[in-house]
């Protein structure tokens, strides 16, 4: 990495060992540690965009450590017996879910790099009971994990956060075991929205800087031999920026690719409105 991306590696670092701490220390939401704001129906970040179903018997510190665009366990389609990884774990809600979903005989991986929020997962772990999952520290774009090892690969608002996304679509191809899958939720922008015009609109560390637009996102996956990539919007976050869920396939006969620059040409799709959008969010 050059030292340009060095630094946003150690921003993003800083906010959410910040968040980690302030969840230790009492915060009452998640919406509190990231700074999302609330529109008039409700908030585009945070613990509300998962199932009560889904939060219940979880334990309170996880609740509010959610601070994603999505619900990833709510589109991956996980099953008895997968091993999945989720990228960008933070304080192990998706792990923790994730680990129920796949039972006993399966089992789940949470890969983060800022100690306090493994720190806040593996308490989390142990106060829900919970065994059938790791925590792995590290950067998603060098997952330590061996090739063709994972079955599904999560990720909640995390990876518009990396500074070298080239770098985590070949690591997510290589760690998936040919014909897995991804089922990742992540902020996106809107293809004529130039990166600077996406700045405009929020900081990096508030997941809204660094998101690649979504013919970008499709050629990213495909550069790296992912197919039936599909990337689409469910709420809109900030003015020409969206929640949008990312899913893909890891074909039986794929074999490593160069890695291209993510680009290709801008898709025309029809993209949530609403009457005001959330605004930078912070996520994770």
């Not at 945070?46 to 709510?74: F, H, K, M, V, W």
């Not at 997952?143 to 070298?164: E, F, K, M, Q, R």
């Not at 922008?189 to 970008?216: K, M, N, Q, T, W």
């Not at 690719?257 to 898709?267: E, H, N």
Request: some cysteine; glycine content about 12%; hydrophobic content about 40%.
């Amino acid at each position: 990495m050059n030292t340009d991306q060095e630094q946003l590696v150690e921003q993003v670092r800083a906010r959410y060992a910040e968040a980690a701490r302030a969840i230790d220390a009492g915060a009452p939401a998640a919406s509190d540690v990231s700074g999302a704001h609330r529109d008039g129906e409700g908030e585009c970040f945070g613990a509300q965009l998962y199932d009560p179903a889904d939060r219940a018997g979880l334990p309170e510190t996880a609740i509010l450590a959610s601070l994603g665009c999505g619900n990833p366990i709510a589109v991956a389609d996980l099953r008895e017996g997968e091993r999945v990884l989720d990228l960008g774990s933070g304080g192990g809600i998706d792990v923790l879910l994730s680990a129920r979903r796949v039972g006993p005989t399966g089992r789940a991986y949470g890969l983060d790099m800022t100690d306090e929020m493994l720190a806040l997962a593996i308490r989390n772990a142990a106060a829900a009971g919970v065994t059938n999952i790791e925590f792995l520290k590290g950067r998603i774009e060098a997952i330590p994990l061996p090739a063709a090892t994972i079955d599904v690969i999560i990720s909640n608002c995390v990876i518009n956060l990396a500074a070298d996304k080239e770098a985590v679509f070949a690591e997510m191809a290589r760690v998936l075991r040919p014909g897995g899958r991804i089922g990742v939720s992540d902020v996106v922008a809107r293809d004529d929205l130039s990166p600077a015009e996406r700045a405009e609109r929020g900081s990096y560390v508030g997941c809204i800087a660094g998101a690649l637009s979504f013919g970008e996102y499709a050629a990213g996956l495909r550069a790296v031999g992912f197919s039936g990539i599909s990337v689409e919007p469910t709420h809109q976050v900030a003015d020409g920026l969206f929640g949008a869920i990312v899913r893909a396939t890891k074909p039986l006969d794929w074999q490593p690719a160069t890695r291209p620059a993510p680009g290709g040409s801008p898709a025309t799709r029809e993209l949530p409105t609403t009457a005001g959008s959330c605004g930078p969010g912070c996520c994770g």
